[in-house]
């Protein structure tokens, strides 16, 4: 087993408990999920530096639990850095580079900002927008959980939380409510500012 550091979680911005039509009590909630996936990522890495690699079995050995179950607790925490990361924002539509990019692999914002929708309300879990490095170009991916269904080499940008831990306590099950407002929640400086540092070609 490799050797592991253990993390702790990121603070939540002040701007995160101000939001607009997503409650503070919400987002205090949320927050406490993304902490227990931190912790449970160090408990899981704690645990493999000492498990048996001799008992590794596919159908069951505590070796398959914690490497399954490690990948959910690291989705928890890297979607979740994104989506409270990008959020604070006036909203409104994108603009810079985040822009040019949407413009060319959607067509327009409108159809973007519909398709990602779409694609919230079709899943499970999570919806991205991400940025393909062998395609070179943007995509909405769909997710059932924190470990469902992200691709290999794709940079998530836009983080689209449809658990309904994000939303239930605003607005029950009215899960389209909530994405309207997310959407007027994002900070589109926050995404420039990825898609500069991660060097994504501009459009
Ligand atoms: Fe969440």
Redesign the pocket.
């Known amino acids: 087993m490799s050797n592991f550091e253990e993390i702790k979680p990121r603070e939540l911005k002040p701007a995160l408990l101000e939001l607009d039509g997503i409650s503070r009590a919400s987002v205090e909630a ?1 927050y406490k ?1 993304y902490q227990g996936y931190v912790n449970k990522r160090n408990e899981i890495l704690g645990k493999l530096a000492s498990v048996e690699l001799g008992s590794a079995n596919q159908v069951y050995s505590d070796f398959r639990a914690l490497k399954v179950d490690l990948t959910f607790a690291i989705g928890g925490i890297k979607n ?1 850095e994104v ?1 409270f990361e990008h959020l604070g924002g006036p909203g409104g539509d994108p603009a810079g580079a985040f822009r040019k990019l949407v413009e060319r692999d959607f067509g327009s914002v409108d159809a973007w900002r519909a398709d990602l929708k779409a694609t919230g309300m079709a899943g499970r879990g999570w919806a991205w927008t991400a940025y393909d490095w062998d395609e070179r170009r943007l995509f909405n991916y769909i997710g059932d959980a924190q470990n469902t269904f992200p691709v290999w080499s794709a940079t998530p940008l836009v983080a689209l ?1 449809v ?1 309904e ?2 939303y239930f306590l605003d607005y029950q099950t009215d899960r389209g409510a909530y994405i309207d407002a997310f959407f007027g929640n994002l900070d589109w400086d926050v995404v420039n500012g990825w898609i500069q540092s991660y060097a994504i070609p501009a459009a």
């Open positions: 949320h999920l979740h989506y939380d658990y831990h994000a």
